[in-house]
């Protein structure tokens, strides 16, 4: 991750990225290319549990796929562990 400190690079983390039911897979395919486009990259897909991906995502386009009505979330990707 960067501080952006004119070192020219792109400040990213990774997230998870959830689609409303209603979205098809090729929607779901169609922001996966977006993301890479946009100097991220897809870490994992997701099947029927969820229904979306995770990613590596810069924040520049993180903000704008929050506002995405498809999206029903996106939250930071971490390690869930039980007791």
């Known amino acids: ?14 997230y998870i990225v ?5 979205a ?7 922001y996966a290319q977006d993301v890479s486009a ?4 897809i870490e994992q897909r997701f099947g029927s549990l969820l ?6 995502i810069p924040e520049s386009y993180l903000t704008q796929l929050q ?3 498809l999206i029903d979330y996106i939250e930071p990707d971490q390690i ?4």
């Open 1 to 14: 991750m960067s501080d952006g400190a004119g070192s020219g690079t792109v400040a990213v983390a990774e």
């Open 18 to 22: 959830v689609f409303k039911e209603h």
């Open 24 to 30: 098809t897979q090729e929607q779901v395919d169609r």
């Open 38 to 41: 946009n100097g991220g990259h």
């Open 51 to 56: 229904n979306g991906f995770s990613a590596t």
């Open 67 to 69: 506002g995405e009505n």
């Open 80 to 83: 869930v562990t039980t007791q």
